[in-house]
């Protein structure tokens, strides 16, 4: 009994194969045929890219007889990569000229997510998804990617738009060197703008007495950016430590006179604003700036003088705050600072 059965599974499965085979080879490969189905869907796609409603089902069970008539790949998937190709290209072409930078990518986004759902919906997506979504990024983004970033970045960065910036690193991290592009033009950006903090052609006293102030606020500003946007990405915290370097020592020996007097104002005894906690989170943040100073004699010669002012007219806030300062001052790798040990060790509590 069971080898009848067996026997008539295998004739029933013989059958469908060749029912299978012959409307492969009489029906559907015929060039008229073909040529009008493979046609009919892809203007089915086209309908729907462009917001049209469709039958998907329709398009689901068509697409799965191309499957099981093995002729997916051969017959159609070239037919529609190569027009998903064309669709795409005209779109970047139009949308670049009449879309904003962050609306630009909102929509680049949307057709990504769009591209997906079809790939899963009603085609084939382990030989589909990743060949399409290819083909999109390289019409939409990479051919784009100069005018994206020449023309949208530093708007984004100068306004804080975190959203902005959050999609333009996730996309361009799909596009070949894209990320590399990002952190180019987002070095421009850091010294650019740390260049107009430091520089001072008008001798302005009031820019330089704010100077380290905005120097401390503007790498808080990079570091919350590059953690909120750039998924932390080590590389994009190694820019602002090199733009920091290049730009805090373009007026030679200013950011260290200036960051010795900025310390001496929040540790006199007058200031009484700020807590220990805050005065301990403002010296650390301070001691971030000392490192990338060139000029560390003259911010030793600078604090080593206010120093001696604080303590010898008992104008100090507090001998632990010294003690901390110089104990931070010590860990950075930086000197002696012998002279200014013995003027706190001397000082009676």
Request: net charge negative; with cysteine.
């Amino acid at each position: 009994m069971d080898r009848q059965l067996i026997m008539s599974n295998l004739q029933h499965l013989q059958i469908w194969d060749l029912a299978l085979n012959l409307f492969r080879d009489v029906v559907i490969t015929n060039d008229h045929v073909k040529g009008r189905l493979i046609k009919q869907l892809l203007e089915e796609i086209r309908r729907e890219r462009c917001g049209e409603a469709i039958d998907r089902q329709l398009l689901r069970t068509v697409v799965r007889m191309l499957v099981d008539l093995k002729l997916y790949q051969p017959v159609f998937l070239s037919e529609f990569l190569q027009q998903s190709q064309h669709f795409y290209s005209q779109e970047a072409d139009t949308l670049c000229r009449q879309l904003s930078v962050p609306d630009y990518l909102i929509h680049v986004d949307k057709r990504i997510v769009e591209e997906e759902d079809r790939s899963i919906a009603y085609l084939e997506p382990s030989s589909t998804r990743q060949p399409l979504i290819f083909t999109l990024v390289s019409e939409l983004l990479t051919r784009t990617l100069d005018h994206l970033l020449d023309n949208g970045l530093v708007a984004s960065l100068k306004a804080k738009e975190l959203s902005q910036l959050r999609l333009f690193y996730s996309l361009l991290s799909r596009v070949p060197n894209g990320i590399d592009k990002l952190r180019a033009h987002f070095r421009l950006y850091v010294i650019q703008v740390g260049r107009e903090i430091v520089d001072n052609p008008t001798q302005d006293p009031e820019k330089d007495r704010a100077m380290i102030q905005n120097l401390l606020d503007y790498r808080d500003n990079l570091s919350e950016l590059i953690n909120a946007c750039f998924e932390n990405d080590a590389t994009f915290v190694r820019v602002v430590q090199e733009g920091y370097e290049e730009f805090v020592n373009q007026r030679p020996n200013k950011p260290a006179e200036f960051l010795a007097k900025y310390l001496d104002s929040h540790l006199r005894s007058g200031n009484k604003a700020q807590t220990e906690e805050e005065l301990d989170r403002l010296m650390d943040k301070a001691m971030l700036l000392f490192r990338y100073i060139e000029g560390k004699d003259i911010f030793e010669a600078f604090y080593t003088k206010e120093l001696a002012k604080r303590l010898l007219l008992n104008k100090s806030a507090s001998v632990d705050a010294e003690k901390a300062m110089l104990s931070k001052l010590k860990q950075g790798m930086y000197g002696l600072y012998l002279f200014s040990h013995v003027f706190v060790r001397e000082r009676p509590d």
